[in-house]
């Protein structure tokens, strides 16, 4: 008989690998592990190349069949330190947003908090390349994702962090990516999984030396058990609820040249 292996697509960040440690390390899930940027996963999940994912919590609603899956998630109850609007200016002054094109939630959530927290409507375009940082004009601001925010941090004058100011919109916790199988999934796979989830949360720091974190110019454990909140809770599922019904839907175009 023919055992089919479960494929589980995941994000390649560093605030994921406590869940890739658990999954390789646990020692009971077989599954076949598939790493890509976010909005990646998302795109796996939706052609049937993965049986569960994690995706952008933006992605949810576009996913039919999908449910979400185990008490874990990529959150944030506080500043999150990895997703960020850097600007000269304060950001009230805006008039055009660079996007990271590697996220699909960060990208929505500053359509959020642009338009009902700071009542601003800037023009969005996606940022292709980088080096547009350091070619900054009056009333631009970058949105960055990511390990690389850390090579960014003090570099502009205003920096602000999505999940801190999504708190102070909302007095809501922040989810980002969330755990979903295709509906009907084996129950026994979920649970496989949901133990491996706990096992590498509970080894975050052997996660950071097996992938050579601990050598990074910035203090990733600390980052991960400060900055990042893993537990998928109820204000956490509340605050996911607000953001989807809230139906803001940024499209960036190309650049401007």
């Known amino acids: ?25 646990e020692g009971n899930l077989r599954a076949e592990l598939l790493l890509s940027p976010p909005a990646v996963c998302a795109k796996n999940f939706a052609e049937h190349k993965a049986d569960i994912a994690l995706v952008p919590a933006a992605a949810v609603p ?21 997703v ?7 950001i009230e002054t805006v008039r055009r947003v660079f996007l990271d094109a590697h996220s699909l939630t960060s990208v929505q959530l500053a359509g959020y908090l642009l338009a009902k927290h700071w009542k601003v409507s800037p023009e969005y375009y996606t940022m292709e390349d980088y080096a547009q940082l350091d070619h ?9 994702i990511g390990d690389k925010v850390f090579d960014y941090e ?25 755990w979903i199988a295709r509906k009907g999934v084996d129950p026994d796979l979920t649970e496989g999984l949901q133990h491996a989830l706990t096992f590498g949360i509970e080894h975050t720091y052997e996660a950071v030396l097996e992938y050579g974190f601990d050598r990074k110019p ?3 454990y600390g980052y991960l058990t400060q900055n990042i909140d893993y537990i998928f809770d109820n204000q956490k599922h509340k605050a996911l609820q607000k953001f989807w019904n809230s139906g803001i839907k940024v499209s960036p175009r190309a650049n401007p040249g």
């Open 62 to 82: 576009s996913l039919a069949d999908a449910e979400i899956v185990t008490e874990y998630c990529i959150g944030a109850a506080g500043p999150v330190r990895t």
């Open 136 to 144: 900054a004009l009056p009333g631009d601001a970058f949105l960055l």
């Open 154 to 178: 003090g570099r502009f004058a205003y920096s602000y962090d999505l999940a801190a100011e999504w708190k102070k919109a909302t007095r809501l916790p922040f989810a980002f990516a969330v």
């Open 1 to 25: 008989m023919m055992v089919i292996v479960p494929r589980i697509a995941a994000v390649s960040y560093l605030n994921t690998i406590p869940f890739i440690y658990g999954i390789g390390h």
């Open 218 to 220: 910035y203090d990733a």
């Open 84 to 90: 960020v609007l850097l600007s000269g200016e304060p």
